[in-house]
């Protein structure tokens, strides 16, 4: 839902056209193999093809004296090798995980980016499906690299927080953390980056058709103290959609640790 798709104003005697969960519903634009897709769909094919496309333009003839291009991409690159993975995990461990988490950093927010991107404008993670996915894979590597490193009874005492220095509050404990760690983290890895994006996208909305409905009469005055939140609001959307990308693959980061670990 745009400002422009509505001829509404305010004195015109309709109401504000307020955005709300028929703002995040698209029909299909087509069908390929039998199967439909809509905007989100597309442009999350669209966040695979420009990493992709980016990626092999920076590195694909990389040089010993790097390019523009491949300078950018060695930035972006060593930003989540060093700043996140070797951070979390150490250089020894980490090394192994990198190109994923590097893969799952840029696809979060190239997805995230879309929302301020003309013609687009439409955040793919405000979706849940995407996020769900997303934090399946890292739930999935989790509890494999769990219990292929200490194995089946080894792998139940990591993820339960088994201590029998705990005494009688033992189990209480190792329900919880079964809990926590089996149900909770993973719902909250997911729902924490849509959380943000749909709550993001719902506020440019609000304010970006707000500036064109008050464009009428003295409303006018208004409109552009509203123009002026949809700019201050897209900054802060910028730095909110980086910072959802490098949480994101932080968190996968510290389960990969605490699978890891010795103790949980």
Request: proline letters at 4%; a positive charge; charged letters at 10%.
């Amino acid at each position: 839902m745009l400002a422009f798709e509505t001829d509404c104003h305010i004195f015109d005697g309709c109401g504000f056209p307020t955005p709300g969960l028929h703002s995040f519903v698209f029909e299909p634009l087509f069908k390929v193999a039998g199967y439909e897709i809509n905007k989100p769909m597309l442009l999350a094919v669209l966040s695979t093809v420009v990493i992709i496309g980016f990626f092999w333009a920076a590195f694909g003839k990389a040089k010993v004296v790097p390019g523009k291009l491949q300078m950018v991409g060695e930035a972006g690159y060593d930003f989540v090798r060093r700043g996140i993975v070797y951070e979390a995990l150490g250089k020894k461990e980490g090394d192994k995980y990198v190109p994923l988490m590097v893969s799952l950093f840029f696809f979060v927010w190239i997805m995230n980016l879309w929302s301020v991107i003309p013609v687009a404008q439409f955040p793919v993670t405000s979706i849940i499906a995407f996020p769900v996915a997303l934090a399946v894979i890292v739930y999935v590597l989790w509890m494999f690299l769990t219990f292929k490193k200490h194995g089946f009874v080894g792998g139940l005492k990591n993820i339960t927080g088994y201590d029998k220095s705990l005494g009688w509050v033992l189990p209480l404990v190792m329900l919880l953390e079964f809990f926590s760690n089996v149900i909770v983290r993973p719902f909250t890895h997911a729902v924490r980056l849509f959380a943000n994006m749909f709550a993001g996208h719902v506020l440019l909305l609000i304010f970006t058709i707000a500036s064109w409905y008050l464009l009428n009469g003295i409303g006018i005055a208004y409109a552009g103290v509203s123009f002026v939140m949809v700019i201050l609001l897209t900054a802060f959307e910028l730095f909110i959609q980086a910072l959802q990308a490098y949480v994101f693959v932080l968190l996968a980061c510290s389960y990969i640790q605490g699978a890891l670990a010795k103790h949980h």
